[in-house]
């Protein structure tokens, strides 16, 4: 089951960390601005909060585990359709379709876990998805130069992808399968519920959420470009954008692990929020003098503070199918709000002829995360 799972989670951020180091030569291709760039990492998070809640009335009616299967078939129909790509149409809507079947499976993983696996090992098979999550990102954004050169051009690099969400299709089988019998035994799993909406629990691990996913899809969108800004060629930028999602695979992993161990998570969360903020600070105020240590240390702290808001979902529900509701209430509210950071961002830039005021933005954010992350003390009341 733990192998089935980082099938299908190296899948979940592809469709959006393939794209940063291509930026330049899809504007120039389609003639795009940079908000509408801004706009093919914007699409997935939107989609993500918006079919968030979806996801639930589907496991409702196929199981949690056949919506998931659903949901990687998404990203692979998805990233199959930017073989087309050099239709600006086609490009959006294979990845309206990737972000529809993201938002499913990002929605419905928490559940899953708290569900198939016993508790004293929910951090590390956390750890492990996230881990596999951020590896396909890493290796996304480092092989789409790369892969643009060897197959002859961007839309072949950005189709590829589809190739690794069919093994997640294939991989999932015998876990929908198994689910499908556990479901049928267990009809109360069945019972729908409401979304979380008076939850003061919820609503702070949604703001909490809300801050890390605008500066973490954000910085996706706009590291790479800051620096071909700056003269670097497209390949180089694109590895300090793997160099930023590679630090995301340790923290990523190291971060739910610990909290086996740490029972007051507030000193993990507030560490990990501190490093992304030594990291977006260095963007800002020293974006020449070490670009490879400010995007090392900042994601340390991104993947450590996003897989930590992942073990929250499980730290504050009572049960599987309340950590569904409170996946579902945080991502709908957290991405929604997300979607807005990239081309926000890119319009920005726009304004300001830059990116030294995108990076004050991010890291004043950050200021904001390191706040709520010093109120998620233990004894919050769980979503029940």
Known sequence: MALSLVAVAVNLRTAMASVPPLVQTIGADLHLSNAALGALTTLPVLCMGVFAPLAQR??????????IELAVVCVAVGLGLRFAGGQAWALYAGTFVAGVGIAIGGTLLPGLVKELFPPQRSGLVTGLYMLAMMGGAGASSALSVPLRDRLGSWEASLGSWSMLALVGVLAWLPVWRGHTRHRAANPTLLVPARLPWGHLTAWLVATYLSLQ??????????????????????????????????????????GPVLTDRIHDHRTLLVAA???????QAGLWLAPGAAPWVWATVLGFGQGASFSLGLVLMVDYAQTPAASARLAGMAFFFSYGIASLGPATM???????????????????????????????????????
């Not at 800004?229 to 990523?252: E, K, P």
């Not at 929020?273 to 990291?279: A, D, T």
């Not at 890119?346 to 991010?362: E, I, N, P």
Request: glycine share 14%; charged share 10%.
């Open 273 to 279: 929020s501190v490093l992304g903020l030594l990291g």
């Open 346 to 384: 890119g319009a920005l830039r726009d304004a300001t002829g830059g990116f030294q005021a995108v990076w004050m933005t991010l890291t004043l954010l950050m200021v904001g995360q390191i706040a709520v992350s010093a109120v998620l003390r233990p004894g919050l009341r769980r979503v029940e």
């Open 213 to 254: 996913s605008i500066e973490f899809y954000s910085t996706l969108a706009w590291l790479a470009p800051t620096y071909t800004g700056r003269g670097w060629d497209a390949t180089h930028a694109g590895y300090l954008l793997s160099v930023f999602t590679a630090a995301q695979l340790v923290s990523g992993l190291l």
């Open 58 to 67: 589907i496991a409702l009616r196929v199981g949690a585990a056949g919506a």
